[in-house]
């Protein structure tokens, strides 16, 4: 047998190593089954034994020097070559590396272990030269042997190389120099180890020393037992190798991470700063908050004077102590868009100045809060780092994005949790880099909706109104900032003869160009219900016109360059629905483009949806559109609608329509004005959070009264003109308007003799008394009248001309027996 220094040089890798346990005079007395298979001798015929009977050829005397050497603690360990003899009898070298499990401090003699392998793998063992290192020699990596008790017995370096820790931890146990739930969790499981065998494998957990609860360090245990032959536990080997600088990394890759993804979740200002602060609080610290200059709520710009302090709001806070920043203000007293100079990390609140050349925007790191003595005004903390009561640590960074400085996130640290060290505050600074971009983003698209939202509302209607034959009142509700501005809308037109149209359209997509074709829909609508058009007539025009709007945009994209690319120039598709109400014949006519059927409420209380059978929405041409009438009794109430109201997201629009019947029945829209029932219809729905703009008409049905309306048949004679005049001035005597008997007496001439001279047939003539004082004259003609400017020389070619001038407005609509000439007149004031 030849035995050498213990060295760094001579590896043994503990997994292929057979392992044999040897007391201090030498005896086996435990055999691992490594050994067993190594040189084929049963555990029951070896232990008992001296080691020196297995040796080929025994040399007595070098082997006591050997346990000499151990006994005076000359050596950590020693290693060596030995021939042994085999259970076939035949020879066997090995070398081998032997471990004393005490450090040779004790008089008395210590045991053994001894470790060895065939020659062969020797040269293999020595290429592993950074695992022994890992294992045996480095701080982070300590190897520890636990008797029964779990007391320790021997560890190959510091175990815990951290402030507390005792140098000599033979006989102690972990409680004596840890934190005592630390303690108990390692003591738990190295006992479950024992007692059931199983190894214990990749188990991380934290260790606190008594003396710095505060701090500790992140260990992965691997562990496994250690028996007698006949497999009594003795107790537990254990590698405990320091991971806290991993796990801080990782942990910190993770919490930018999550911190990204909370930043990328909204377009809303507020939202996004509010996901930020529950990330941060209280994985990364005890309480968190985010200050933002006012005019970033509104989109606006940071005050362009950087020397000027920014009066900040507290937008956003997190945490266990989150009350005691929910309130006030703060300032940066720093010059927004010039450089701030990081500082240096100080106790509670002294900082150096940080080398020119520093980068811009960094933060501050503030520690010793609530430690630090009494000193003068100079050195106290900042107010901003002592906001939270109890705070032992702080931190802040400023919100920069293109140069300018519009707010901050700062970060507290309270209890018994470890202090912020340099490393936190770099990764606050790189998620405040992130954020301010995220929020700048948030404030740059705030800007852009809020101009689109206040586009839209000025291109909508008065939100209420009260005409003859209806009342009236919308509401309209824009998406959340994260969908856009669409292009909903909604109109209620005066027509003639007392009649008003109902109009609820829905523009696709979102945006600027979405609510820019709302208004050009609107408008077209508009000048086309003014032509006195059926319902099915005006979609078939204003189709027609989406159809020209699109061409018109793929024109613009292809002499920008994009034909051919898939770059968007703006929606050019809509649903639309368009409903005539005539309070006269009580008969409500409509038509729908691709748009949810209107619901009706009728009197007793009852709601149904109209039956349409609704064309293609506007812009897909090549289908005619179907108008469908109903009669409403008087006091009914509709509601037309967009689609927002009934979808939401969920995706079952039946669920939504019953949703609808549901609401409009517990606002008691039939017994309430409208204008107060339309927000309890709406009352409920997630606000700011709406995937689709929602918007909702409701009109109430009146009628006009039988003695408000006068009607005449004549005939296609000149002569009933004479007629028609005193059948007109009669009437106005008995409705007491005898201020309008003059121009409606002109007014009635010249009309029926128009239909009488150019129309032929029967001619009738009707008087609606209402908000205005409305003529009608009707024949079977389709020829439209046109005023012209007579010539001085004709006789002619004035009669309409009259009648413009006289009437508050007039016009014509075409009917499916022939035309309507009318005209209207205020009536006069009481």
Known sequence: MRATESNQDYPFAVANTAAALLDDAGTI????????????????????????????????????????????????????????????????????????????????????????????????????????????????????????????????????????????????????????????IIDDRLREVMHSGNPLVGFNTTARTLDDPRGGRVVTIQAFRLQEPDGHPMGVAAVFTDVTDHERSRGRLDLLYRATGALGGSLSVLRTVEDLVKVLAPSFGDCAAVDLAETVLSGGEPPPDGHLPLPLIRMAVAGAKADALRTGTARFTAPLATAVPHPTVTEAGGAEPAAPGARECQGELITGLGTRPAGPESDAAPKWATAVPG???????????????????????????????????????????????????????????????????????????????????????????????????????PLSSARVALVVGDVTGHGLHATAMMGRLRSAVRAMADLELEPEELLAHVDDMVLQVAAEAESEDAEDGYAGTPVPSGPAGATCLYAVYDPVTRSCVMASAGHPPPAVVSPDGTVEYVELSPGPPLGVGGWPFEAVERDLPPGSVLALYTDGLIERGEGDIDQGMRDLTDRLLRADVLGRPLRQARHDIVEGLPPGRLRDDVTLLLARTRVVDAGSIATWRLDADPAVVGDARHLVLDQLTAWDLDELAFSTELIVSELVTNAIRHAGGPVRLRLIRADTLTCEVSDSSNTQPRMRRARSSEEGGRGLYIVAQLSHRWGSRYAMGGKTVWSEQNLPLP
């Open 391 to 493: 705070a032992h640590s702080a931190m802040t960074a400023p919100l920069c994005a293109r140069g300018i400085r519009f707010g901050r996130l700062t970060l507290w640290r309270t209890g018994d949790t470890p202090p912020l060290e340099a490393d936190d505050l770099a990764l606050l600074e790189e998620i405040a880099a992130r954020a301010a971009v995220a929020v700048d983003n948030a404030r740059r698209y705030t800007k852009e909706r809020r101009t689109a939202v206040g586009l839209q509302r000025s291109l909508l209607p008065p939100t209420t109104s009260e005409t003859p034959a209806l009342e009236a009142a919308g509401l309209y509700l824009p998406a959340d900032a994260d969908s856009g501005v669409g292009g909903d809308w909604f109109d209620v037109i």
């Open 29 to 184: 007395v435990a055999w691992t089954p490594a050994a067993e298979a190594l040189l084929e001798r049963r555990s029951a015929d070896v232990c008992g034994r001296p080691a020196r009977d297995l040796l080929a050829d025994p040399d007595p005397g070098s082997w006591e020097a050997v346990l000499a050497q151990g006994r005076q603690g000359e050596q950590a360990g020693w290693e060596g070559r030995a021939t042994l003899r085999h259970g076939s009898g035949r020879e066997l070298e090995i070398g081998f590396r032997v471990i004393p499990l005490n450090d040779g401090a004790r008089g008395d003699a210590a045991r053994c272990l001894v470790l060895g392998a065939p020659l062969e793998l020797v040269a293999q063992w020595r290429q592993d030269h950074a695992f022994t290192h890992e294992l045996f020699l480095q701080g982070r990596v300590g190897l520890a042997v636990f008797d029964a008790d779990l007391r320790l017995l021997r560890t190959n370096t510091h175990l815990l190389p951290y402030t507390g820790v005792p140098v000599d931890l033979n006989g102690r146990r972990l409680a004596d120099f840890l934190w005592a739930q630390d303690a108990r």
